[in-house]
T-cell receptor, first 112, second 112 residues
Framework: DGGITQSPKYLFRKEGQNVTLSCEQN?????MYWYRQDPGQGLRLIYY???????QKGDIAEGYSVSREKKESFPLTVTSAQKNPTAFYLC???????????FGNGTRLTVT | SQKIEQNSEALNIQEGKTATLTCNYT??????LQWYRQDPGRGPVFLLL?????KEKRKERLKVTFDTTLKQSLFHITASQPADSATYLC???????????FGAGTRLFVKA
């Protein structure tokens, strides 16, 4: 079945460590996105990529980095510069940009 | 700036009744609006998209309206079931952008 796979589902890190969240899609979608979800808040866009080897900052990119070396993969690195990294991270993809988003089932990151 | 508002209070209804959720937006005129369903610990799932020239759209027990004058969308679930219990998110495209903005969602509880 086609879809988006995020791994791991739960991730625990110590403060000061960088951590990379995986996102893989087999939908052959050009566009991929990373959102962050905190309780009581809407999804906030971290980074997005319209095509391979290109990506743009979203609304809350500080403290995060991404790469898009392959069409099917869009990993997100949460760096030690991110002030409040504990959150639920969602990866999504879409065909032709503004079409409905397909989401993975998220990675819950806890930093202590 | 563009803003989406959804009722932050949970909606509790009895099985068989119609649930109505509201999405209000400000400061722009989107070409379309989307509704997603999100279960706890999972990624959102796309339900319906309604375009600005459509007043109403239906899919099985779901109905969405889009009033561009009031800047409001209503999402109805008729003959609600306990399995409809979830958080429902409203989403809009950013003006001129390749991105989607989400509301915080409304939690729906359907009691048997």
């Amino acid at each position: 079945d086609g879809g988006i796979t995020q791994s791991p589902k739960y991730l625990f890190r110590k403060e000061g460590q960088n951590v990379t969240l995986s996102c893989e899609q087999n939908l052959n979608h050009d566009a991929m996105y990373w959102y962050r979800q905190d309780p009581g808040q809407g999804l906030r866009l971290i980074y997005y990529s319209q095509i391979v080897n290109d990506f743009q900052k979203g609304d809350i990119a500080e403290g995060y980095s991404v790469s898009r070396e392959k069409k099917e993969s869009f990993p997100l690195t949460v760096t030690s510069a991110q002030k409040n990294p504990t959150a639920f991270y969602l990866c999504a993809s879409s065909d032709r940009g503004l079409e409905p988003l397909h989401f993975g089932n998220g990675t819950r990151l806890t930093v202590t | 700036s563009q803003k989406i508002e959804q009722n932050s209070e949970a909606l509790n209804i009895q099985e068989g009744k119609t649930a109505t959720l509201t999405c209000n937006y400000t400061n722009y005129s989107p070409a379309y609006l989307q509704w997603y369903r999100q279960d706890p610990g999972r990624g959102p799932v796309f339900l319906l998209l309604i375009r600005e020239n459509e007043k109403e759209k239906r899919k099985e027990r779901l109905k969405v309206t889009f009033d561009t004058t009031l800047k409001q969308s209503l999402f109805h679930i008729t003959a609600s079931q306990p399995a409809d219990s979830a958080t429902y998110l409203c989403a809009l495209p950013y003006t001129g952008g390749f991105k989607t903005i989400f509301g915080a969602g409304t939690r729906l509880f359907v009691k048997a």
